[in-house]
């Protein structure tokens, strides 16, 4: 059992969102994270702490995997159609938990879905904010994209930056995001094209830097001072494993050294989880196919289900 009260959620429903899907980048593997999760114990792990849960597979009579290609279309970007698709699929589930008083517990899967999950927790509740917990700030959009990965651009379409640039598929997605309601954590491998959005639009972020300089404690206030100062509304927190450095979380796609020891990536959901108010959270990028060894696949996976925890109101004592 958990002490912290949950204000968005305080029946403790939860609902365990599999996303098990590759498409927003060119590896494999991905797409077996929430299989893996699942087997840890998560669903256990999350009741052990006062949580009904569910588990719910929007994803499941969809072969996206097989249709995958690592070619660009003439919009710059891969994938477009899975990539939509499984999006609004996810989107669907996400406000379909939130309608029924449930909390959305979204496992990846890699992190394209949070186009589908922040547009849906900012319709179910406009005030809603989003802390973005990443080595990468996910904010590319169709014109700045090098890679063309589209797991690399989730945040500009949800705020509608450079529109003209999206492919026809994205047009379902809300464009429900404003710059002064978001808040990045761990930031350590950003593109110059995703700087300058950063600057343009004066975008909360918090990087390596200043987890070093200030400490996560004061990191994790700061965030919240910039995208819910009155400590009222509803966060959504979208976590991907990379934020955490790779000596911890080896089995991920885009590694970066020097990120968040495994203590301080924990205790921003533990953090969170203070506030009493988070209202949805995502999981994703945990890929079982990279590690080099078993070792890796259970760090990576263990990690994954403490970060949920975490969130959802486990404690030291
Ligand atoms: N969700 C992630 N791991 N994203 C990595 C993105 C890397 C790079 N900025 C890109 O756009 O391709
Ligand atoms: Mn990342
Ligand atoms: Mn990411």
Known sequence: MSDIQYKF????KA??????????QPKGGVELGPEYILKAGFEKQLEHLGW??????????????????????????KNTKIVSECCQKIHEAVRSALSSDRLPVTIGGDHSIGTATVSAALEHNPDACVLWIDAHADINT??????????????????????????????????????????YIGLRDVDDGEKAILKKYNIPAF???HVDKYGIGKVVEMALDAVN????????????????????????????EGGLSLREGLFIAEEIAHTGLLGSIDIVETNPLLAETEEHILD???????IGRCALGQTLL
């Open 207 to 209: 990087s390596m830097y």
């Open 229 to 256: 100062p009155e400590r009222k509304n509803p966060i959504h927190l979208s976590y991907d494993v990379d934020a955490i450095d790779p000596s911890f979380v080896p089995a991920t796609g885009t590694r970066v």
């Open 300 to 306: 990576t996976v263990s990690a994954a289900c403490a």
């Open 9 to 12: 959620h305080p029946n403790k």
């Open 142 to 183: 169709p014109k700045t994209t090098e890679s063309g990965n589209l797991h690399g651009c989730p945040i500009s379409f949800v705020m509608g930056i450079d529109s003209d640039s999206y492919p026809p598929e994205f047009a379902w997605v809300p464009q429900n995001l404003k710059a002064n309601r978001i808040a």
């Open 52 to 77: 009904q849960t569910e588990v719910a597979n929007p994803l499941e009579k969809t072969n996206y995997e097989a249709q995958k290609s690592n070619d660009k279309d003439s919009f710059g970007v």
């Open 15 to 24: 609902t365990i969102i599999t996303a098990p899907f590759s498409g927003g």
